[in-house]
């Protein structure tokens, strides 16, 4: 039983597509995350959704949009893609509180934009 | 924001050796903290939680120096399947809950 899970796995579109990424845990989890990882493996934070609310927005274009329907699910809208889009995209999930807050992440979706 | 600073590497040691990992943080207040490995285009998997007493795993010790602002990962006898890259994260850089993982520090076992 895969805990997180993401569709796609890889994305390949021409610049100036819109796009959607799905994640979803089984894992009863309260908190999900959408993290970016460029080519320089740098992983930052993009957006963080406690019981389908927005709780964490980093500096990300409004291009961006999340979407959580319900606290097992958060999706990835993005519009106007461009080349620095670029990037794997993952989702990750952890229970709000407590000692052991780790974060549990989906595949990844690699994203390519030409 | 607070950020997390790690030496991206490569660590390059050969099989059987002790290598060590540090990170720094700069948020003092921060009291949450975790050494996750990352294998080459896969997903970030927690290796070990930091506490403050130390924690121990196997070949592996996770350690907090509070007042050097600084984790640290011990690797003992090295395996070849160790290589990866190793990322620490702080759990409250941003002061509520938001996770800060630095740039990860690469190892490469050789035989």
């Known amino acids: 039983d895969t805990a997180v899970s993401q569709t796609p796995k890889y994305l390949v579109t021409q610049m100036g597509n819109d796009k959607s990424i799905k994640c979803e845990q089984n894992l009863g989890h309260d908190t999900m995350y959408w993290y970016k990882q460029d080519s320089k493996k740098f992983l930052k934070i993009m957006f963080s959704?406690?019981?389908?609310?927005?709780?964490i927005n980093e500096t990300v274009p409004n291009r961006f949009s999340p979407k959580s329907p319900d606290k097992a699910h958060l999706n990835l809208h993005i519009n106007s893609l461009e080349l620095g889009d670029s990037a794997v995209y993952f989702c990750?999930?952890?229970?709000?509180?407590?000692?052991?807050?780790?974060?549990?992440f989906g595949p990844g979706t690699r994203l390519t934009v030409l | 924001r607070k950020e997390v600073e790690q030496d991206p590497g490569p660590f390059n040691v050969p099989e059987g050796a002790t290598v060590a990992f540090n990170c720094t943080y700069s948020n003092s207040a921060s009291q949450s903290f975790f050494w996750y490995r990352q294998d080459c285009r896969k997903e970030p998997k927690l290796l070990m939680s930091v506490y403050s007493s130390g924690n121990e795993d196997g070949r592996f010790t996770a350690q907090l120096n509070r007042a050097s602002q600084y984790i640290s990962l011990l690797i003992r006898d090295s395996k070849l399947s160790d290589s990866a890259t190793y990322l620490c994260?702080?759990?409250?850089?941003?002061?509520?809950?938001?996770?800060?993982f630095g740039r990860g520090t690469s190892l490469i076992v050789h035989p």
């Open positions: 994260v702080d759990d409250r850089a941003g002061g509520s809950y938001i996770p800060t």
């Open positions: 990750a999930s952890s229970p709000r509180t407590g000692v052991d807050r780790q974060q549990f």
């Open positions: 959704y406690n019981n389908k609310e927005l709780i």
